[in-house]
């Protein structure tokens, strides 16, 4: 899972972050697989529930905040989780590793956050 690959990474300093380009691919991939995976499991829950057709990936987190899916202030955290996303896809050369390493030490946890609440309404749905 990638957000345990992401884990491993979180204890490095921002120093040794910077200096390895390794690191910085590893996480920088991790990030953009872990989010895509989140953006597809909530485009799946809305279709199948018939929630309505997101018009972009922030709008997914938008009604799966609305429809009580998942938390309002963890469906605004995910707006800019997102707009980090398709810049690691689309605008990758202005990427800096200051700001991935941010996200690396806060917004993990959001990323599990949504897979707990996920597996627990599975949990559920089996139950």
Not at 61 to 90: A, Q, T
Request: with cysteine; net charge negative; proline share 2%.
């Amino acid at each position: 899972m990638e957000i345990n690959n992401l884990r491993t990474k979180q204890n490095i300093s921002l120093n040794e972050y910077i200096t390895n380009k390794e690191t910085q691919y590893f996480v920088e991939r991790a990030f953009q697989k872990a989010i895509e995976a989140c953006i597809n499991i909530g485009n799946h829950i809305i279709s199948v529930n018939h929630l309505g057709i997101p018009g972009s990936f922030s709008d997914i987190f938008k009604i799966l905040g609305r429809e009580k899916i998942i938390p309002l202030e963890l469906s605004e955290k995910f707006i800019y989780i997102v707009k980090f996303r398709n810049k690691l896809v689309h605008l990758y050369w202005e990427i800096e590793p200051e700001e991935v390493y941010s996200y690396l030490q806060k917004d993990v946890i959001d990323l599990e956050d949504f897979y707990n609440i996920i597996t627990d309404l599975l949990k559920k749905a089996i139950s």
